[in-house]
């Protein structure tokens, strides 16, 4: 599968935005899917993450609240909502997914398929 993220953009805190993962060469709906982020300077960390269909998600601590993961497996996409945005959430974001995997999965080895990245930058 090939993993193409966008919706990433400059936004003042407290705003919005939406990103976007589209899949494509296969449907995603036999993949667990996760969004991962790297901000400058730092390790790629771990955002969300959703199972094979959609019905159980995980949110690392510092977005719980404010982001919601989706998927939508008819359109081969998956989603991330972001709300109430804060200056440290500036980072490039990545979409990944595992094969025949249910899910949802955490860490950045249990995923072999990753997209390009998205640049997020939050204003203050």
């Known amino acids: 599968v090939q993993l193409q993220a966008s919706g990433g953009g400059l936004v003042q805190a407290g705003g919005s935005l939406r990103l976007s993962c589209a899949a494509s060469?296969?449907?995603?709906?036999?993949?667990?899917m996760a969004w991962f982020r790297q901000a400058p300077g730092k390790e790629r960390e771990f955002v969300a993450a959703?199972?094979?269909?959609?019905?159980?998600?995980v949110y690392a601590d510092s977005v719980k609240g404010r982001f919601t993961i989706s998927r939508d497996n008819a359109k081969n996409t998956l989603f991330l909502q972001m709300n109430s945005l804060k200056p440290e959430d500036t980072a490039v974001y990545y979409c990944?997914?595992?094969?025949?995997?249910?899910?949802?999965?955490?860490?950045?080895?249990?995923?072999?398929?990753w997209g390009q990245g998205t640049l997020v930058t939050v204003s203050s």
């Open positions: 990944a997914a595992e094969y025949k995997v249910a899910g949802p999965l955490r860490e950045l080895y249990e995923h072999d398929y």
């Open positions: 060469r296969r449907t995603v709906s036999s993949y667990a």
């Open positions: 959703i199972s094979w269909s959609g019905g159980t998600t």
